[in-house]
Every structure is written in C-alpha cells, then in structure tokens.
C-alpha cells in the first residue's frame, strides 16, 4: 500500500541552527515526492518536488531535499533556520499528472529565538 | 507558482443549510481539480478529485449526495455542503493542477474555513 510517514510530529529548532525534516514513503512504481508548508490557517505552499535526475533538490526560501531511494526516504533540509520558518510541513508522494496525492502525518516547526 | 483562489475564506451557517465554496485557478487551466479536508492538528484528507466536464470521484467514505462537486470549466470548480451539520466544521482546501502549468503538481488554494452552528 502506498504510505507516507513523518515520524517527527513536533520539532523544535533555534533560530540559525539547520534543520533536517524526515519522511519516507511506500510506493510501488518511480514516486513523484513533494514537501509543502502550511502556515496557521493557511493553505498550502509547494516548497519543491523531486520527479527524477539530480537526486538533491533545491526550493524555495533556502530548502532543499535529499530523494535516497535505497532508503525510501526524502528528507528535507536547510542550513540555517528563520524564526519565519515556523509552520507545518507535509511530505507527499504522488502518481505524477496531476495524480492523487497521499500525504504524510506533518510535521510542527518551532523556532525558538 | 500558480495562483489558487478559493472563496469565501470563511463562513458560518446555521445547521440544515447549504454552503458553497469556490476553487478558482487565477494563471493556469485546471483540468483536475482536488478537494481536501483538514481537521485541526491533522493531515489532509482527499474527499474528490473532480475532472473538467466530468463527475467527481470520489474518496470511500465520502458522502457524494452530501458534497456536491461541480467542475464546470476550466478554471473554477465548486463544493457544497448540502444541509450541513456541526461536524461538517472543517477547513476545506482545494487544489489544482493542468496543461497549461505542471500537470504532475497541485496548486493548493487558501482554505475555507467552516463552522456549522
């Protein structure tokens, strides 16, 4: 069954330290994989996506992601963290074309000063 | 990145009414267009995915008589509540993708917030 897991429901970084967000996936065929934030109340902003190629990708607002196939897994990263940064971040794995998208749990930012 | 709109932001109705909310795709053509719902502190969860000029298909375990989709053009697909109940309290998001930008990415709308009293 295709399936999308953030463990970390909750992270607390300091301002200007990185940060390193998790998600590994489940899916049979090549996945499509995307992370979004969500601010409070918001809906959702696409902060990069990996379909093939290069296997670390940039986004915007300094993050970048890191697709490792042999360990299912597309993590995200920047090095140096905003308190702007707070917010919800969703990992997903998606058929491709406009396809359906499963969604992992989200992850809570906090950024203390 | 493309431009979702979705309207109204917010809305509150009295129990037994029906709601309509909108999903307008501002730059692009959405050819599909998604509806998800999203309780507090949780994740979203797809209700339909609705194709230009045909009928939505929709998720296990969603009422189609009760969340009617309507995806009439290109660029504006509509959901509604029909006789709502408070907990149908949720926020609503959709989202699109088409031709004319990426195909393989969704677009995700503001989000309707809605409380049934």
């Known amino acids: 069954a295709q399936s999308v897991t953030q463990p970390d429901i909750h992270i607390t970084v300091s301002e200007g330290a990185s940060l390193e967000l998790r998600c590994n996936y489940s899916y049979g065929a090549t996945p499509y994989l995307f992370w979004y934030v969500q601010s409070p109340g918001q809906g959702l902003q696409l902060l990069l996506k990996y379909f093939s190629g290069d296997t670390l990708v940039q986004g915007i607002k300094g993050f970048e992601a890191e697709f490792k196939r042999s360990q299912s897994s597309f993590n995200l990263r920047k090095p140096s963290v905003h308190w702007s940064d707070a917010a919800e971040y969703f990992c997903?794995?998606?058929?491709?074309?406009?396809?359906?998208?499963?969604f992992g749990q989200g992850t809570e930012l906090s950024v203390k000063p | 990145g493309a431009v979702v709109s979705q309207h109204p932001s917010r809305v509150i109705c009295k129990s037994g009414t029906s709601v309509k909310i909108e999903c307008r795709s501002l730059d692009f053509q959405a050819t599909t267009m998604f509806w998800y719902r999203q309780f507090p502190k949780q994740s979203l969860m797809l209700m339909a995915t609705?194709?230009?000029?045909?009928?939505?298909?929709?998720e296990q375990g969603v009422e189609k008589d009760k969340f009617l989709i309507n995806h009439a053009s290109l660029t504006l697909s509509t959901l509604t509540v029909t006789s709502a109940h408070p907990e149908d309290s949720s926020f609503y998001i959709c989202s699109a993708s088409g031709t004319t930008r990426s195909s393989d990415t969704q677009y995700f709308g503001p989000g309707t917030r809605l409380t049934v009293l």
């Open positions: 609705s194709n230009e000029g045909s009928k939505a298909t929709y």
């Open positions: 997903a794995v998606g058929a491709g074309q406009g396809g359906k998208l499963i």
